[in-house]
């Protein structure tokens, strides 16, 4: 029989942290809301699994590799079956080799040794709505024949879409067995809402919004975590309709996180509860190409563009990456895919901010009755885009520090990680 537990604990930075996500520099100068990490663990007959997820836009491998540590060290659950991810929140912390990240790791295997010990019996449940209304691809075909990413809304050289979205809102539900919750995960592919080019303060932006609202919705206190689906390059813009603009950032997140926890509220009512279901895991390490280059003459027109301050977004990740990030990455990075059965529900930890048509293969490749894919999980390199993208060109291949084919292998490693756990 299952036995489950969830935490929710505070990993706010202080003041003068770093906010990365945007082009430019900030530091924090006020604090919004809090950032935090929540925690859920389900155990059968002495075998468990667990997920955090945490407010921030991404944690390197190396820092989630000590929280594991750790985590096996307090609770005996090993590696692959601890599934740490991120919100992709550009309102954040940014991490490092930092008083903020030491403690940060200190503080995800806290929240899971306390959702560990505080388990008790429990019922798992999983379902499914859909909300299409926030989520638009943000690459589009331009009348010049090229594809870009963010060409402004009205843009009259603007064609159509070059990509998919993702409406699902999947929900996992760990509940007493008398009903009582005890925590909701939730996954939608949804970039991000909140963040502004000069905004200071640190925010969870609207996934916060999301934890407090459906618990708001229930009436009681549990942990409540809204995780990011396969959305590099998907956003809340409606650049051919044109979107409403919302008084300040903060109405906006709201807003949009209310859509979502009503769907999921929907699916959560809509939900079969069992306390007997096979729980799994697998991981496996993948090899990601470093990008070739960069040549004398990537170099210097980086230089031109970084020097002008200006151009379009794959201008600037261009440059940005060509001057500022490439000298950091390896030759060959490897990082981790992961997958956790609960029951006829599967989890896919994806490493990056994978492209949603990546996301949605994995859905429709996967045998379990219900899939559900997290990115940034357990590492964070960056964009993974398709090869169709890399051929269209534009900001995610753009900023992309990897070489075409690598979100095609992580499609493959997170199939044959379910196919495994489906067999088992």
């Known amino acids: ?25 900030r530091r924090a100068e006020g604090v919004h ?11 059968r007959d002495g075998t468990g699994i667990a997920i955090a997820v945490c407010d921030l836009v991404g944690v390197s491998r190396k820092y989630l590799d000590r929280a594991k540590a750790r985590i096996a060290g307090t609770t005996g659950l090993a590696p692959e079956r601890v599934l740490i991810c991120c919100t992709h929140t550009h309102s954040g912390a940014q991490t490092g080799d930092d008083a903020y990240t030491a403690f940060l790791v200190e503080r995800i295997a806290d929240s899971m040794r306390m959702a560990w010990d505080g388990r008790d019996a429990a019922a798992a449940g999983w379902g499914c709505a859909e909300e299409a209304r926030p989520v638009f691809n943000r690459r589009f075909h331009m009348a010049d024949g090229t594809v870009r990413t963010n060409p402004g809304l009205g843009n009259p050289d603007v064609v159509s879409s070059a990509g998919p979205v993702d409406p699902d809102v999947g929900v996992l539900c760990i509940q007493k067995p008398d009903g009582a919750p005890v925590g909701l995960l939730c996954n ?8 502004g080019d000069h905004e200071r303060e640190i925010s969870a932006d609207y996934f916060g919004y999301f934890s407090g609202l459906i618990q708001r919705m229930r009436g009681v206190r549990f942990t409540a975590a ?6 590099g390059d998907i956003n809340n813009h409606d650049v051919i309709g044109g979107s409403r603009s919302a008084n300040d950032r903060h109405q906006h997140s709201e807003r949009v ?49 970084d020097e002008r301050g200006r151009g379009t977004m794959a201008d600037r990740a261009f440059a940005r990456r060509i001057l500022r990030r490439m000298e950091e990455v390896p030759e060959e ?26 996301g949605l293969e994995i859905k429709q490749r996967s045998p ?10 357990n590492d964070s390199v960056g964009y993974l885009p398709d090869e169709q993208a890399y051929r269209e060109g534009g900001y995610e291949p753009e900023a992309a520090l990897y070489r075409p084919g690598s979100g095609e292998k992580i499609v493959e490693a997170a199939v044959e990680l379910l196919d495994r756990l489906y067999r088992a």
Do not use: C
């Not at 609960?342 to 492209?355: S, W």
């Open 33 to 43: 809301d809090p950032l935090n990490v929540r925690s859920f663990v389900l155990e």
């Open 333 to 358: 990075a490897r990082t981790w895919v992961q997958a956790l059965r609960i029951g006829d529900l599967a989890l896919v930890g994806v490493p990056g901010e994978l492209l949603v048509r990546l």
């Open 368 to 377: 379990f009755g219900q899939t559900m894919v997290l990115e940034l999980a």
């Open 1 to 25: 029989m299952l036995n489950g537990g969830a935490v929710t604990l505070d990993i706010t930075p202080p003041l003068g942290t770093l906010i990365p996500g945007l082009f430019h520099e």
């Open 226 to 231: 809204l995780s990011n689906g396969a959305s």
């Open 188 to 195: 939608y592919a949804l970039h991000y809402v909140g963040g």
């Open 257 to 305: 996180a209310a859509l979502v926890a009503a769907q999921a509220f929907w699916a959560w009512n809509g939900m079969d509860f069992a306390r007997d279901l096979p729980l799994g895991a697998e991981m496996v390490e993948v090899a990601l190409q470093r990008k070739a280059g960069p040549s004398p003459a990537e170099v210097a027109r980086a230089r031109e563009i």
